[in-house]
Nanobody, 124 residues
Framework: QVQLVESGGGLVQPGGSLRLSCAASGFTLDAYAIGWYRQVPGKEREGVSCIKSRTPSTTYADSVKGRFTISRDNAKNTVYLQLNSLKPEDTAVYYC?????????????????WGQGTQVTVSS
């Protein structure tokens, strides 16, 4: 059974950091592109970052470039998103997803599976 399980969300002050994890089961993470989206109520999901299959190549949305870093640990079958210099506008539910390929600005094409999401709230 394919599963993506996110963790690591929470409440953080502006300027703070969080690390999100997405643990995969039922398939080999490295065989697919995998990335992160975020969504706030009333808006469409926004692609944040993606890491390509079998390479360390990554893409990012302009809004997070230089602040967020995506990485993959093949031994743990887990992908991470390090969130630094957080801003209130980064508040959202963050979802991981797997797909056939990354798009150019942090999203994915032909998404296969979604995780359940983890809430990130940036507030003082």
């Amino acid at each position: 059974q394919v599963q993506l399980v996110e963790s690591g969300g929470g409440l953080v002050q502006p300027g703070g950091s969080l690390r999100l994890s997405c643990a995969a089961s039922g398939f080999t993470l490295d065989a697919y592109a995998i990335g992160w989206y975020r969504q706030v109520p009333g808006k469409e999901r926004e692609g944040v970052s993606c890491i390509k299959s079998r390479t360390p190549s990554t893409t990012y949305a302009d809004s997070v470039k230089g602040r967020f870093t995506i990485s993959r640990d093949n031994a743990k079958n887990t992908v991470y998103l390090q969130l630094n210099s957080l801003k209130p506008e980064d508040t959202a539910v963050y979802y991981c997803a797997t797909a056939s390929q990354c798009s150019d600005y942090g999203g994915l094409r032909a998404i296969l599976y979604w995780g359940q999401g983890t809430q990130v709230t940036v507030s003082s």
